[in-house]
Each structure stands twice: as C-alpha cells, then as structure tokens.
C-alpha cells in the first residue's frame, strides 16, 4: 500500500468557527491504482489531498505512507519523503517564472541531490516523454497553459516518484488542451504510475479506474470506474 | 548553485528598481566604509613602516614650577646621551633639533641653490645615527656615513626633484641664508604620510656649535632648557613602565640642585613610537590625530554601512510576497529550510560581494577625481596591486555584509509552510511590517543623529569663526622677516609702508596670535611685595602692537617711545595674569627673569584675547619691548633670525596694496622670495582638523541619509503595490490624490518624528563630548535638534509622495485592475 489512512481528520480552527475540512476519513491507495477523489467545492478534496501529499499535517487520526506513518512527522522528515517519493500537479501549474522549462523540471533532482550529468539526461528523457522538449530554454510565461501543464507534469514525473498527486490537472486549461493532459496521465498510469487525482469534472474523473467521493469532508462512496 | 545565481540574475533583471536600489545602497555605504576605513588604517598606523618601531620611544617630559605643570614634547638636547649613559636598556638614541625658527606658520627655512630659493618647513639637525634606528628607503647616498661631516645634509626625494630634478644629486651643495655650504650626502624615499616626525632635511648635529658641553654640571644646567625631540631605540623586552622610577633617579641625580632653586620638579615618561600620533597629550608637539574623531569615523562608517544592510533586509523581506509563490514549489518540490535559507543568504552575499566591487570603483573615482583625501589629511590610496591582503579585505567584508544584511531575510522566507506560502501570497509580506518600521526607526534614528551632529559642529565652527578674539584679526598681512639684517631695518620697512594710503598701520612682533608663545618661568611681585614664580606666556613685541592689533588697555598705559625706561622687562600683562597673581594694583608690580638680569615693572593691564586657538582658555601671559638689536650676536646665528611684521591694510585695492608691500620687501630683503598670509587664515588653520572633520561628517550625513531615502523609496514602492487594490477603492469612494499620499505616508513621517528623538539624544551626547575640546564652545541649540527632524520628514514625505503619487493620480480602474 502506497496510502493508508484511519480516521484522518482536519479542523481549522478560529476565534469563533471550527470548521472540519476533513472528517475521519479512512482511505488506500495501492501501487499502479489512478484514483479520482471528486466533490463540490469546499468539501474538503483538496485539503485531503493536501494532507496526503505532506504539505499539510492531520488534526488526528493516522497516515501511513510506503507503510510508514508519517502522522506526528514535522516538517523537515516530510520534506524528505516528498522529495523522494511524490511528484505533484497543480491547478495553476505552479511553474517558477524566473526558470526556463528545464530548469523547473530540473529542480527536484537538484533538491534530491542528482548529479548534474545524470540530471541533464532525465530531464531531456522526460521533457522528450510530455512533447514539450523543443520548449525546454523557454520561461512559462511564454507557454500555452497546456504547455505549462505539461511542463508541471515533466516536473512530477522526473524524480521517478511513487506516486503523482494531481489537484484538478485540468482547472485552468479550455477543454482540449485538459483533454490532452487526461490522455497524457492515463498513458502514464497505463506504464505503471500510480496517480491521485483532485477533480470536480465527471469527465476527468472517468480517466481514473476507481473514484472516491467526498462531501462535508467524509467520503460518501469509493467505487471503481471502467474507462 | 548555478541554479540560484541564474534566478538572482534574472530576478535583478526583472525587478531593476529593486535591484538598483539595492545595489546603489549597498556600494555607497561600502564606498564610505572605505574610504573612511582607509582613513582609519592610515590613522591607526602611524609610523608602523619603520622596522623596529616596536623597541623606538619618544622621551617627554613635564616641568612643575610655581604650581604649573607645563608638559612639553621637547626635551633637553643633553636628555639623550645623559639617560644612555645612566641606562643599559637604551641601545641607541636620535635627537631633532628644529633648524631655525623655520618651522609652521613662520613660512619655512629658506634653501637656496644657485638662483632657485624654496622654503621648507620640516628641517632638522639629527644625530648622525637616523637612519640607523628609523629605517628609510635610500635612494642614494651611505646611510651609515651620511651624517658624520659636520656640513653633511640628507634629503628627501621631493627636494631632490625640485633643485635637481631627476639627477643624482650626492656632492652638491645647498645653503641656509647663513651662505654657509651643505654637502649633500644622501637622499631617502619621502617618509609615508603616516609619519607623526615629517622631515625634507635633516643637517648633520656633528657641528661645533651643537657640541655638548663638557662639563657635567653645564650639561645639568641645560636639562632646564627644552628645545629637542628626543628618541631612543629601547632593548627588546624593555617595559615602558619601568621608566618613571629611572626618571625619578635620573632626576635626583641630576637636576634637583637647580629643581629646588626653582621650587619646582621634573619627570619624563616614554610613547611608543606607534602610539604618538594618537596618544599624545603634551605641549609644543608636531600635529598629532585625535582619538575622538576616529570614533566619530568610525561610528559613522558603521552607521552608514547598518543603514545600507538595512535596506537590504527591508527591501528582501518586503519583497518577499512576491517570491512566497516560488519557495511554496521549491518547498513542495522538496527544498529544505536550510536550502532555502542558504539561496536566500547566498543571493544576499553576492549582493554584497557586487556592491563592494562597485563600491570600490567609487573609491578609486572619488581618490583620483576629488580632493577628498585633502579633505582627510591623508593621501590614501586603494592599491590593490600592492596590498593584496586587501582583496581578502574586501571579500570578507562583503561576505559579512552579505550575512548581515542576508540572515534575516533568509530566515523570514524559508520559515514559511510550503502551503501557506503558496496560499497566502499578499499576507506574507505583511506578517514582518512592525520589525521594517523597526528597522526604518533605527536608520532614520541614525540619519538624523547624523544630520545633527553636522549641524552642531558647523554652528560651532560658525561659532570659532565669528567669536570676537578681543583683537582685529580681519586685514592683517603677516609677512616674516628673515635675517638680523632684514630686522634691522624694521624702522625703515615700516617707514615706507606707511606712505601707501591703504596701509593703516604696521607693527612686529616674535610672533602673532596664534603661533607659539614662549614659556618662561618669571618672578612677580604679590600683593605683599614679595617676589614669586609664576610661569606665563610670553611676547616680545615691536611699537604700535596695541594699537595694530587692536587691543583694549583697561589699566595703566601702552609702551612709550619716549618713556626711556620703557626697556628690559617693562611690560603689559594680560587680565588673566591679574587674576592669577591676585593683585589689587596691578600697575608697578615688579617683575624679574634670568636670576634678576631683566627687571621691569607692569605699565598697563590688557583686556583678555585669545593669543591661542579656542581649545584653550586664556592663560597669564606678558607682552615686553623687544630689542631688536643683534649686536654681540655669532654670526652664524644672525641668518636665522626671524620676526613678523604685521602690516594692517584698509581692505581695498588689496591686490595693490600687497604689490607694494612686495616692493618696500624687496628693496630691504632681496635674497627671499616674497611671502605673505593674512591673519585671518593663520587663524583658521588652527581649526583645520575640525573643519576637516565638520565637512567630511557633513558629506557622509549626506550619503547616510541618501541611502536611507533610497531605502524608504523602496519601501514605499512596495507599501503602495501592496495596497494598490485599497486605493482603487478609495478613489472610487471619493479619496483625491493629497489623501491618498498621506495616507500611505503617515506612518512613516511618524516613525521619523519618532526617530528624531532617540536622534536628538545620542548627538546631544556624542557633540557635548566633542565639545569637550574647545574652552569656548556655542552650546547646544535644540533648534538644531528641530531643524535635522524637519530635514528628515521633509526629504522622507518627499521620498514617499513621489512614489505614492503615481498610484493615486492614476485611474483608480487600473489600480481595481491589478492583483
């Protein structure tokens, strides 16, 4: 099991309101699984995903991830196992505008602490693998967001993680260029990536082999999806 | 690395107002720290170029008679060789004798070659051994040999080049007014600026006349007369601790005979040689340095580079929401804290490290294109090539710079949790706003306390400048008579002078205000007729010196021609005399010199003047007739005397007026170039160091809070973006352009009324203890504390209208547009 949780829980807490974004919530992912987590707005998919992907810590429950819980763990071990284990897409790509294309797609190796040589063959590999090699000295303001999208997930793949965790690829993007990262994602994980997916589209959703719904932070159904 | 410093290149791209901000604080305040570190290093070290400067002390020494303590630089020319003779630590030893009264404000010893005169002002007799114990750079010549011939003279490179040009000058001769031949047998290297005992010539002392006397008990005697600079090359090891207790035998062995004569004692104590120039606090010294205004440049120095750091820190944590989107991918990409916090410190150090290569181009622009090392009284120089130590120098400070500035602003960014940085790109700008108003109180603190520190001294040279002296020192030509024959003729000199309609007046005298007295211990009669010691100031003077100068009697009468008994020690004292002999009648008191040789009595009592600079209070002092009479006189001394006529112009046609001085002098005196300075400016020269001081602390103040607004400029650029939306709406809800740009610059111009404060009372403190050196002082007007205040809101108001100002007379759609 890549993901594992029991009764995970978040509360945002202020002056006079509690909110909880994610509600006891138990929760696997297996290795080469593409799972959808679908809901409304606000019902907690995104802190979820979130959660799992380590950039934000529980209010309770637990969370194993590769086996390990990773629960109580504080930053610095989080960034760790990110960094070596889970490569993100984002809404709004999340590219940096200062680098060029191969550069931000360089930049997990560098933290991972890749030599250079070899660094400079995986990122060619993998800017070769997303069709967006002959970009690669451009800077993402001069891209298409299909471009920049497919850069985000260049930048994912290039650390060879365990798992992608994407919070809706397609969000930014006018219905063919998220077609395309669909079918780019479904490719991925028919080669053997594992991939958990945020989305609100019914549509995207379909791409995946198995879809979880959440509502007021509990999952209300987790079925599987023919595609 | 590459990585980081291809986004520092492309973020300074992208954000050139930043990055010139940045850069142009950060190289100004290098360039200061620089050169006023430059300044600092020449201070520091004083006479450090000679080899065994550690083991080489001056001997100086203090009389106490009558209750006065006078302490002098110079000691007895028979000091030297008597303390050798009685210490086994001392291994060597070089007396300076002044050649001539040729010397400071005097206009120099004249030289001659052929047809060319020049005058030089550092000449000295030394002991043929000078080069032995101060290392030179020979140029030409035996430095073990130079001095042994009685008419042997060295001679610095500048001489060397001025009579003989590029040729080897070794066996020519140049000759004193004496006409007496010197051989030259030597020329060194011109001493380094940084040399307290600065010397063009030096004569040999081996001569008959400068012999020592004989006997032990004539060699005793003139332990009493001081008139030479003393120096001993000391064993390795000796303690300069030890050497009061061998002072105090020396003297009981020595000079307690004529001690008790005078009632009065002795005592000597040793400098270091490298400590002189800073730690010297006796009279009749060569120019020394002042320890407080080396603080005061340091201080400065500091201040202005905490500034510059400081705007860095602003800039880079203000700036900050804008790189919150970037360290939330780099955080999530997996970037560790101390990652981040190294890029953000590295992109700081080679800030820093591009600021201090910039800053010492402006060094080298400002050395080479402004008269800013006259300004020091220095001549430094960023010479790399020679002293590449400096090159670690300069990197280190950029490095520590670059941490400074860098460690805050690193820690702040990659504090953030990657989520929140992603989320929250407008509030993590915002989170640091109390510690930059901090920090722009603490530049703003500095900037004023600079500002007014300026502005006190200046009212305090303002002050020395306009104070009434109690004589006329406006239209006061000075001109030196040079000879005994030339003072001769002083009668005819003066004769001729007062045919010219613009010339009111002419007097002499053995010097003017000024320029050193004479120190003698003298006996007055007290109130109860009795004689005591009194040590005073003393000044021999020509007719008419009263009414030239334009002094007050307030008791008594002025000398008179006719009056024959107006001779020997007939004098006028001055009200301090009065006041410290106690006297009720002051006019007939006797007064005696020279063991009863010279008698008078007191003819009249002058009101108080400042003979001396105001750093001192007026002491006694006593003004006598002076004979100019040289009869009986070797005459190998009469070349060598030496008196100022003062010559009192209208003020008009001066340019004529000084033509036909120049005539009537070379009538009597055609062998010396004509030279003249008015009083006036001898005066002010006096306060050359703090004038000195007031205008290079008055430019720096300038740069401080030049660098200060730069980063308030930044700032507000910042404040304004980050509110762009929020003035959007304003305008919509009717705010005009006025309330706007005082909005966004209340705060500031509160937290530089809040800085003015603190600012008020650190120069309060920092100027009383300059003032501290001047016996008349202007007082410190809290005016002044209001007027720096009012300078920096106005300059800070500007800073920010002018930023401001875009923002709220644009569209408020295109403010509503953004973000």
């Given at each position: 099991m890549i993901i594992e949780t029991e009764n995970l829980k978040k509360i945002y807490r202020t002056d006079v309101v509690e909110t909880t974004a994610v509600d006891e919530v138990n929760f696997s992912l297996s290795p080469g699984q593409f799972v959808s987590v679908m809901g409304p707005s606000g019902c907690g998919k995104s802190t979820l995903l979130h959660i799992l992907g380590l950039i934000d810590s529980p209010s309770g429950g637990r969370y194993r991830f590769m086996g390990e819980d990773v629960s109580g763990y504080p930053e610095s071990k989080r960034a760790k196992i990110r960094k070596a284990h889970i490569g993100f897409v984002f809404q709004?790509?999340?590219?940096?505008?200062?680098?060029?294309?191969?550069?931000?797609v360089e930049l997990p190796l560098i933290y991972g602490g890749v030599a250079a040589h070899e660094r400079k063959g995986r990122v060619e590999t993998v800017l070769e693998k997303m069709d967006i090699g002959h970009r690669r000295g451009h800077f993402p303001a001069q891209l298409s967001g299909g471009q920049q999208q497919r850069v985000a997930v260049a930048r994912a793949l290039v650390n060879r993680p365990n798992v992608i965790l994407a919070d809706e690829p397609t969000g930014n993007l006018d219905s063919e260029h998220g077609d395309e990262v669909m079918k780019m994602l479904l490719k991925l994980n028919e080669e053997g990536t594992t991939i958990l997916m945020v989305t609100h589209s019914a549509t995207n959703a379909a791409f995946s082999s198995r879809i979880v719904s959440l509502l007021d932070g509990k999952i209300v159904s987790d079925k599987s999806a023919g595609h | 690395m590459r990585n980081y410093l291809l986004v520092l290149l492309r973020t300074l791209q992208?954000?050139?107002?930043?990055?010139?901000?940045?850069?142009?604080?950060?190289?100004?305040?290098?360039?200061?720290?620089?050169?006023?570190?430059?300044?600092?290093?020449?201070?520091?070290?004083?006479?450090?170029?000679?080899?065994?400067?550690?083991?080489?002390?001056?001997?100086?020494?203090?009389?106490?008679?009558?209750?006065?303590?006078?302490?002098?630089?110079?000691t007895s020319r028979a000091l030297a060789p008597m303390v050798a003779a009685e210490n086994p630590e001392v291994k060597a030893w070089v007396r300076f004798q002044n050649n001539g009264a040729g010397s400071g404000d005097s206009g120099g010893l004249a030289i001659h070659h052929g047809n060319d005169v020049y005058f030089w002002n550092n000449t000295y007799f030394a002991s043929d051994n000078v080069f032995d114990v101060f290392s030179h750079k020979i140029l030409y010549g035996n430095p073990k040999t130079a001095l042994k011939d009685p008419g042997a003279i060295a001679i610095s490179e500048t001489v060397a080049k001025r009579y003989f040009g590029n040729a080897n000058p070794i066996g020519e001769t140049l000759t004193t007014d004496s006409g007496l031949p010197n051989k030259i047998t030597l020329v060194f290297a011109d001493l380094p600026p940084n040399t307290h005992?600065?010397?063009?010539?030096?004569?040999?002392?081996?001569?008959?006349?400068?012999?020592?006397?004989?006997?032990?008990?004539?060699?005793?005697?003139?332990?009493?007369?001081?008139?030479?600079?003393?120096?001993?090359?000391?064993?390795?090891?000796?303690?300069?601790k030890d050497w009061p207790r061998f002072s105090d035998e020396f003297y009981k062995r020595n000079m307690t005979d004529i001690g008790k004569q005078l009632s009065g004692s002795w005592k000597s104590w040793v400098q270091p040689l490298a400590s002189i120039h800073l730690n010297s606090d006796v009279g009749y010294d060569l120019p020394t340095g002042n320890p407080i205004y080396l603080y005061g440049c340091a201080a400065v120095a500091l201040f202005i580079l905490v500034v510059a750091c400081i705007n860095y820190m602003n800039l880079a944590t203000a700036r900050a929401m804008r790189r919150a989107h970037s360290v939330g991918i780099r955080k999530i990409l997996g970037a560790s804290r101390l990652t981040l916090g190294l890029q953000f410190l590295g992109e700081a150090v080679v800030f820093s490290l591009l600021a201090v290569l910039i800053g010492v181009m402006i060094v080298e622009v400002v050395l080479r294109f402004t008269s800013i090392n006259s300004l020091m009284g220095q001549q430094v120089s960023l010479d790399l090539g020679q002293h590449p130590a400096l090159i670690g120098v300069?990197?280190?400070?950029?490095?520590?710079?670059?941490?400074?500035?860098?460690?805050?602003?690193?820690?702040?960014?990659?504090?953030?949790?990657?989520?929140?940085?992603?989320?929250?790109?407008?509030?993590?700008?915002?989170?640091?706003?109390?510690?930059?108003?901090?920090?722009?109180?603490?530049?703003?603190?500095?900037?004023?306390?600079?500002?007014?520190?300026?502005?006190?001294?200046?009212?305090?040279?303002?002050?020395?400048?306009?104070?009434?002296?109690?004589?006329?020192?406006?239209?006061?030509?000075?001109?030196?008579?040079?000879?005994?024959?030339?003072?001769?003729?002083?009668?005819?000199?003066?004769t001729e002078l007062a045919k010219n309609a613009h010339i009111l007046g002419s007097t002499e005298a053995r010097a003017v205000m000024g320029q050193a007295t004479g120190m003698n211990v003298i006996d007055m009669e007290n109130n109860s007729g009795v004689m005591t010691h009194i040590t005073t100031a003393n000044l021999p003077i020509g007719d008419d010196f009263v009414s030239v100068m334009g002094l007050k009697i307030v008791q008594g009468r002025d000398f008179s021609k006719r009056l024959l008994t107006d001779v020997g020690l007939n004098c006028l004292v001055n009200e301090a005399t009065v006041r410290k002999m106690g006297w009720t009648e002051p006019l007939g008191k006797r007064v005696q010199a020279g063991g009863g040789a010279l008698t008078g009595r007191v003819v009249g009592v002058l009101a108080d003047f400042n003979y001396k600079s105001l750093h001192s209070k007026v002491e006694p002092l006593l003004l006598f007739p002076q004979p100019d009479d040289f009869t009986g006189m070797a005459d190998i001394m009469r070349p060598f005397q030496e008196r100022e006529l003062v010559v009192k112009i209208s003020g008009t046609d001066v340019d004529q007026t000084l033509g036909y001085i120049e005539d009537v002098m070379a009538k009597v005196d055609p062998k010396h170039p004509f030279e003249f300075a008015f009083l006036d400016d001898q005066l002010n020269h006096l306060y050359k160091s703090e004038h000195q001081l007031t205008r290079l602390i008055g430019i720096f103040a300038t740069v401080c809070i030049f660098i200060a607004c730069l980063g308030l400029f930044g700032l507000a650029s910042f404040t304004t973006e980050q509110r762009t939306r929020e003035i959007g709406t304003r305008k919509v809800l009717g705010a005009s352009a006025w309330q706007i740009i005082t909005l966004l610059s209340r705060r500031m111009l509160l937290l530089v009324v809040v800085a003015s404060v603190f600012a008020a009372v650190i120069s309060y403190f920092a100027i009383d203890e300059w003032l501290t050196g001047f016996a008349y002082r202007a007082g410190i007007n809290p005016l002044i504390f209001l007027l720096a205040a009012a300078v920096a809101v106005v300059v800070a108001f500007v800073t920010v209208a002018l930023q401001s100002y875009k923002t709220a007379s644009a569209d408020p759609v295109d403010a509503l547009r953004q973000v």
């Open positions: 709004s790509f999340n590219l940096i505008d200062e680098l060029t294309v191969f550069e931000n | 992208r954000e050139k107002l930043y990055a010139a901000i940045n850069i142009a604080g950060l190289s100004l305040g290098v360039a200061c720290c620089l050169l006023l570190g430059l300044f600092l290093w020449s201070e520091l070290t004083y006479d450090r170029h000679f080899n065994n400067y550690q083991n080489i002390y001056r001997v100086v020494n203090e009389f106490s008679v009558a209750g006065s303590h006078d302490r002098f630089a110079v005992l600065k010397y063009d010539m030096l004569f040999s002392d081996n001569g008959a006349f400068m012999k020592d006397p004989d006997s032990q008990t004539a060699r005793r005697n003139q332990l009493w007369n001081v008139g030479n600079f003393t120096y001993l090359a000391m064993a390795p090891g000796f303690n300069p300069l990197v280190g400070l950029g490095v520590l710079m670059g941490l400074l500035s860098g460690i805050y602003p690193a820690f702040y960014l990659s504090s953030w949790a990657p989520l929140s940085a992603l989320a929250s790109k407008n509030a993590a700008g915002k989170g640091n706003l109390r510690l930059r108003e901090a920090l722009v109180l603490v530049q703003f603190t500095i900037s004023v306390a600079v500002i007014a520190s300026t502005i006190l001294m200046a009212a305090q040279m303002h002050y020395i400048a306009s104070k009434s002296l109690g004589f006329q020192k406006e239209n006061q030509v000075i001109v030196t008579l040079r000879g005994a024959s030339t003072i001769e003729k002083v009668n005819t000199i003066r």
